[in-house]
């Protein structure tokens, strides 16, 4: 018997765990617990699912609300993959019969499951095709009172497509906060990629009658790298919309001020001042705080690539007539690849910049919501000469006075992760400094870089190949970015170091809990993996979590995000063709 894709919930010293068991291409799922914070456990698992035994059980998700229990987990029982619940009252000791949730799919296997749970409210999603081959829709099932009871029949989300068209479905967002819960996701249903948006206000029971065309172009437009921000009720989206017959590209935007009931009829064009289908524009990046919004990318309306903003005062209202730019590069010298981040009305930049040569990091801010940047950029990676060596793909992430930026540079040889920090608002920064310290100076390519800050606690994690193929490490400071663990941690632990790539590394925290979540691509558990710190770095959980319905999952572009009670994880998913785009959260 082998355990594998184990999930936890944990409420006070209380945790829960259920997993998997195999044999062969069988399984069932088991559960444990600890009620003294994971010194002691029952001396007897659980079985949990009701199936016959040898049934397959995959895909297992928690919820955990004081002695209630529910489980939710993808099972073969009836001769396809269906979706199938169990509770129990009592902390786990006994759990009660396994519920169908996909009970109007009839004959079909489900995909892509994921699960948000917020105290009795308690949410399920997943994907069939009950509509035909290659017309997979989003469906969902709820429970209002803990898994006592569930829908009778489950509920879709989206809305059709055509007959036979094979249109795949990315760039999802599942988010839950009571009764009220907002899907937002992309898919090939009018030819070209568009983004769709539809939400519950009543645990999922209704949804309005039509899901949402946020970017409603001509369809023989492509619209892409979508970015999302959120303040209060403001939801804000902006994106890359492409123009196949001349390359360019254009900057699109659109909003909602109530939560996601309405928004703009029209999507709006920001990289203003030019005409629309006339310059490259790229990879835009956003930022908010209520009603102040700054979209930033770069542009070549200059004959090179410079990078630019907009800025909207009134909730993405109105914008600039003309888009500002903002580095102060020489003409003739590109500026690109920008990121980005706000704290109240200052916002920060920064991008890798070839003014010197080769490339340097570059920074410049805003202290009035994006009204004036200063006359006079700041260069980041000052412990390398100017233009000497390649620096490039920043990261940006601020706190209070607190701005860090992570970076690889290739001054040594193979590329290395560089972190400079600011404890004045980005008036002055330190020196920067290596972290990537488990091995010498340019001695394995460091890759996928990811950071996030708390107060004076600033965390990194990234890609390394220094044991062969691709590993995940970590490294963190205490002190505002002024010193660093000596040796970096590996926490990919789930296979031999370098034995498989691990990337698309991807982190968020919240105090001292630091999550992480990569793509793994051991065929044991391929797919997007999850990993856990409660010490600020210190340990982590003895083995990472493999988050993906275990139907041949292939992942990538993890992007993980973190509340007091939640961590969700998004990703790209490709099963059997076009890609989806899944979605799985676990309580911290």
């Given at each position: 018997m082998r355990a594998v894709r184990p999930a936890i919930c944990c409420q006070g010293t209380n945790i829960y765990v259920v997993w998997v068991e195999t044999q062969g291409l069988s399984g069932n799922y088991y559960f444990n617990r600890s009620t003294d914070g994971g010194t002691t456990w029952l001396a007897n698992q659980v079985r949990v699912?009701?199936?016959?035994?040898?049934?397959?059980?995959?895909?297992?998700?928690?919820?955990?609300?004081?002695?209630?229990?529910?489980?939710?987990?993808?099972?073969d029982r009836s001769g396809t993959f269906d979706v199938w619940a169990s509770r129990s009252i009592n902390g786990g000791a006994n759990w009660g019969a396994d519920v169908r949730l996909d009970i109007a799919g009839g004959a079909v296997s489900v995909q892509n499951t994921a699960v948000c749970c917020d105290a009795a409210e308690i949410y399920a999603l997943y994907t069939d095709e009950r509509d035909g081959p290659n017309r997979a829709q989003v469906q969902i099932n709820a429970s209002g009172n803990g898994g006592a009871n569930w829908f009778a029949n489950d509920v879709r989300v989206s809305q059709p497509n055509p007959p036979g068209l094979n249109a795949a479905t990315r760039d999802v967002c599942f988010v839950a906060k009571g009764t009220t819960v907002h899907v937002v996701y992309s898919d090939d249903r009018l030819g070209e990629s568009r983004v769709f948006y539809n939400r519950s206000t009543d645990g999922g029971t209704t949804w309005m009658p039509a899901d949402v065309l946020l970017d409603a172009g001509p369809q023989t437009l492509e619209d892409r790298n979508p970015v999302v921000c959120c303040s209060g009720n403001n939801v804000y989206v902006a994106w890359e919309r492409d123009y196949d017959a001349t390359s360019n590209e254009d900057v699109y935007f659109n909003r909602s001020t109530d939560g996601?009931?309405?928004?703009?009829?029209?999507?709006?064009?920001?990289?203003?001042?030019?005409?629309?289908?006339?310059?490259n524009t790229g990879l835009p990046v956003l930022c908010c705080h209520g009603d102040n919004v700054v979209v930033a990318w770069f542009d070549t309306r200059a004959g090179d690539n410079d990078i630019f903003i907009n800025r909207s005062a009134n909730a993405g209202g109105s914008w600039l007539a003309a888009a500002q730019r903002v580095d102060n590069a020489p003409a003739g010298l590109n500026a690109e690849n920008v990121s980005i981040c706000c704290v109240g009305s200052r916002f920060h930049l920064a991008w890798e910049d070839a003014r010197n040569g080769n490339k340097d990091i570059y920074t410049n801010r805003s202290l009035d919501n994006g009204v004036t940047w200063q006359g006079i950029d700041t260069r980041l990676d000052v412990t390398d000469p100017a233009g000497a060596n390649w620096s490039y793909d920043p990261v940006l992430c601020c706190r209070g006075n607190r701005v860090h930026c992570a970076f690889r540079d290739e001054r040594s040889g193979d590329d290395d992760v560089y972190v400079a920090s600011s404890s004045d608002a980005g008036q002055n920064f330190a020196p920067d400094q290596?972290?990537?310290?488990?091995?010498?100076?340019?001695?394995g390519e460091a890759s996928d870089v990811a950071i996030c800050c708390e107060d004076a606690r600033v965390f990194v994690a990234?890609?390394?190949d220094r044991n062969g193929d691709d590993d995940v490490y970590f490294n963190r400071s205490l002190d505002g970015g002024a010193t660093w663990l000596p040796v970096d941690t590996r926490i990919d632990i789930g296979d031999a170091p370098g034995a498989d790539e691990s990337d698309d590394v991807a982190i968020c925290c919240r105090g001292d809990r630091v999550?992480?979540?990569?793509?793994?691509?051991n065929p044991v558990i391929e797919g997007p993996n999850f990993t856990a710190s409660l010490d600020a770095g210190a340990t982590w959980m003895p083995a990472p979590i493999l988050l993906s319905a275990g139907l041949q999952p292939s992942g990538g572009s993890q992007k993980i995000a973190c509340t007091p009670n939640y961590v969700y994880v998004v990703w790209d998913h490709s099963t059997n063709g076009p890609q989806d785009a899944v979605i799985n959260r676990t309580p911290p």
């Open positions: 699912d009701s199936g016959a035994a040898g049934d397959v059980s995959s895909s297992p998700f928690i919820c955990c609300n004081g002695n209630i229990l529910n489980c939710v987990f993808i099972d996601g009931l309405t928004w703009q009829v029209a999507a709006t064009r920001v990289n203003t001042g030019v005409a629309a289908n006339s310059t290596r972290i990537n310290l488990g091995t010498p100076p340019g001695v990234y890609a390394d999550y992480i979540s990569w793509d793994e691509d």
